[in-house]
T-cell receptor, first 114, second 110 residues
Framework: ETGVTQSPTHLIKTRGQQVTLRCSSQSGHNTVSWYQQALGQGPQFIFQYYREEENGRGNFPPRFSGLQFPNYSSELNVNALELDDSALYLC?????????????FGPGTRLTVL | TQLLEQSPQFLSIQEGENLTVYCNSSSVFSSLQWYRQEPGEGPVLLVTVVTGGEVKKLKRLTFQFGDARKDSSLHITAAQPGDTGLYLCAGVNSNYQLIWGAGTKLIIKP
């Protein structure tokens, strides 16, 4: 069974640029959630996708957008990067279904905005 | 806005000591999860507690869910250097989404 994978592992961008982060969910999981984690803090929920539809969104501006594909992999896109966007971006997949909330995390993508 | 407060934020103790980490909220959660995260990795689920008053044990780790399902605690007995990490609690809300605490950074010195 393959776990959650994310790419790239590290990324450096400058202010105003755009970035796309990728996530492959664990086999059999149809739900993907994205989180932003600042250094020394807990994860902040960005949004969740369930069967290719957005299924909840946290308090993030519209320049944070996402996609889920038919194979349940997912992308996180961030436009007009700001310095405060520097963080670890985590993707988590879960089996979905009523009450199934266990989430399995990838190693994250460390984004640095200069 | 649902919030989860974890305490302490940072804890550094000697190997063999006991410790307790707390996770408190004014909101009721349908369940609560505890994760451990090591540097450069994503969080790993340790346990989910569902019923008010529930106690679960995982070797030297004891997790308790408050009777009112608003708070939880993690107790580690005879801590070992391998327990070092960031411990995170996350409450599951009515939309099956996770509300996260800020984490407790635990260092166990040999």
């Amino acid at each position: 069974e393959t776990g959650v994978t994310q790419s790239p592992t590290h990324l450096i961008k400058t202010r105003g640029q755009q970035v796309t982060l990728r996530c492959s969910s664990q086999s059999g999981h149809n739900t993907v959630s994205w989180y932003q984690q600042a250094l020394g803090q807990g994860p902040q929920f960005i949004f969740q996708y369930y069967r290719e539809e957005e299924n909840g969104r946290g308090n993030f501006p519209p320049r944070f957008s996402g996609l889920q594909f038919p194979n349940y992999s997912s992308e996180l896109n961030v436009n007009a990067l700001e310095l405060d966007d520097s963080a670890l971006y985590l993707c988590a997949s879960s089996p979905g279904g009523s009450g199934r909330t266990e989430q399995f995390f990838g190693p994250g993508t460390r984004l640095t905005v200069l | 806005t649902q919030l989860l407060e974890q305490s302490p934020q940072f804890l550094s103790i000697q190997e063999g000591e006991n410790l307790t980490v707390y996770c408190n909220s004014s909101s009721v959660f349908s369940s609560l999860q505890w994760y451990r995260q090591e540097p450069g990795e994503g969080p790993v689920l340790l346990v989910t507690v569902v019923t008010g008053g529930e106690v679960k044990k995982l070797k030297r780790l004891t997790f308790q869910f408050g009777d009112a399902r608003k708070d939880s605690s993690l107790h580690i007995t005879a801590a070992q250097p391998g327990d070092t990490g960031l411990y995170l609690c996350a409450g599951v809300n009515s939309n099956y989404q996770l509300i996260w605490g800020a984490g407790t950074k635990l260092i166990i010195k040999p």
